[in-house]
């Protein structure tokens, strides 16, 4: 499934878990999921996890709180990263329940939270970091590594090898795999060979736009919003797309496509997670390193400016100066973005800019469908502001990521299962890599097992 992600390894009888992802399906169904593992937690001899997005990494707690009391193997740069991810993870599950809580009959049992702060601090004390590229002993038989995926900070896919009398079986799992085109991070490795590689499928089905079209589309958007006296809001998750519009939007400022006005990156999160990126500045591109962390740096410099307060920001979605503002949530249902609207939903000087992709339901969509007004916090507006959708900033390999990842491969993996896609994602990409000659490429359904001789 597109979240929630988590397969489970058997190597000489001890089990080990990929990933411990948060399903973020319908609350109820999702609740269900996260509550309740499809294994014995106490047979669980060890955890890797791929990389910091909630998706991959957000049922950890849950499984500590459950009694695991085992290594959780991760990147230096991911462990970094859960302790904030988690933390504001643990801090919505808190929320939500005493959300629910407050609109419970009388006499009813007040509902717990999925977990607390209180579980995350254990997850930290049981992670392990482990630089990419050292193997490491899971099992008498078994041991492992992590190779760079290219798709956030300290992301990896894992290569794993198992020794049996006669030869190594090898797996890869692939975690979410970075895109060729994207400049911030350091370029996603080769995929090892192996017999089975365990591959995302997120958008196999999609090419995405070209970075260099998307990102002279920004700039033009910004330039002509500016002009007319307006302000610029990008809604954006906090962990990689930030970064993203971050680099593109200074960059454009340096070489003179857009004015010079103030960035503010209205996320306490993303103000912390900047920190993460200047301590591993080793594992951005070179030459991203050298041209604007330096100088810059992602934390505050002439143009960007992190806001945490939250005066300071209601302060801002006020004040009438030109700006651009980048904030969280993506899909523009919670997080500060929400004020920033209330204030410019029916401003035509400005602009919204819609950078990921948005779930049906959910305000960005409505912002993107054709009609006058639109439902939001309770009231109709006027929808005059100017939405501008720019798909192409995705941190996501697309089909075309996906053959020139696997093209060396051909003859080198036997089986390849197909997971985290949506099913017509998945199906796409699978009829492409039987056509370029992988003889078993299949998409498992939750539950299925495989066995490696
Ligand atoms: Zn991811």
Redesign the pocket.
């Known amino acids: 499934m597109v979240t929630g992600s988590m397969h489970l390894l058997e190597a000489d009888g001890r089990k080990i878990l990929l990933d411990c992802g948060l399903n973020q399906g319908k609350r109820k169904e999702a609740r269900q999921r996260n509550d309740s593992f499809p294994f014995d937690i106490h047979n669980i001899a060890a955890v890797i996890i791929s ?1 910091a ?1 909630i ?2 990494c957000g049922n950890l707690p849950t499984l500590i709180n459950r009694g695991y009391r085992g290594p959780i193997y991760c990147t230096p740069a991911t462990k970094d990263l859960l302790a904030i991810m988690l933390v504001d993870s643990a801090k919505i599950q808190e929320e939500d329940t005493e959300e629910l809580n407050s609109t419970r009959a009388q006499g009813t049992p007040p509902l717990q939270p999925l977990y607390t702060r209180r579980d995350v601090f254990k997850v930290l004390e049981q992670c392990v970091s482990l630089d990419f590229h050292v193997m490491t002993s899971l099992t008498n038989s078994t041991e492992f590594q992590f190779i760079e995926a290219g ?2 900070l300290g ?1 990896g896919m894992v290569e794993l090898r198992f020794r049996t009398p006669e030869k190594i079986n090898t797996l890869t799992f692939t ?2 795999l970075g895109r060729r085109e994207l400049p911030l991070l350091r370029p996603t490795a080769p995929i090892p060979p192996s017999q089975l590689l365990v591959c995302e499928s997120t958008y196999g089905n999609q090419i995405h736009e070209s970075i260099h079209n998307t990102v002279q589309k920004l700039y033009e958007t910004v330039r002509k919003t500016i002009e007319r006296g307006g302000k610029v809001f990008i809604p954006a998750f906090s962990l ?1 797309r930030t970064q993203i519009m971050i680099y593109y939007l200074q960059k454009g400022i340096e070489t003179k496509q857009i004015p010079e006005i103030p960035i503010y990156v209205d996320s306490p999160l993303a103000a912390e997670i900047a920190h993460v990126y200047r301590k591993h500045q080793h594992l951005l591109n070179p030459e991203v390193v050298s041209s604007f962390i330096q100088d810059h740096t992602f934390v505050t410099d002439d143009w960007v400016r992190y806001v945490r307060e939250f005066d300071e920001s209601q302060y801002l979605s006020r004040s009438p100066d030109p700006k651009i503002v980048i904030a969280s949530s993506g899909m523009c249902d919670a997080g500060r973005i929400v004020h920033y609207l209330k204030e410019h939903l029916d401003d035509p000087r400005s602009t919204v800019i819609l950078v990921s992709y948005q779930a049906p339901g959910t305000t960005g969509r409505k912002l993107l469908e054709k009609s006058p007004t639109i439902r939001f916090q309770n009231r109709t507006w006027n929808k005059w502001i100017e939405v501008v959708h720019l798909d192409g900033f995705s ?2 390999a697309d089909q075309a990521d996906f053959v020139a990842y696997l093209k060396p491969l051909v003859g080198k993996i036997e089986h390849i299962r197909l997971i985290h896609g949506e099913r017509t994602q998945a199906v796409a990409l699978a009829s492409v890599l039987k056509n370029m000659g992988f003889p078993d490429v299949q998409i498992p359904e939750p539950g299925d097992a495989m066995v490696l001789a």
């Open positions: 990389h997005h998706d991959h798709h956030i992301s975690g979410d990689g941190g996501h």
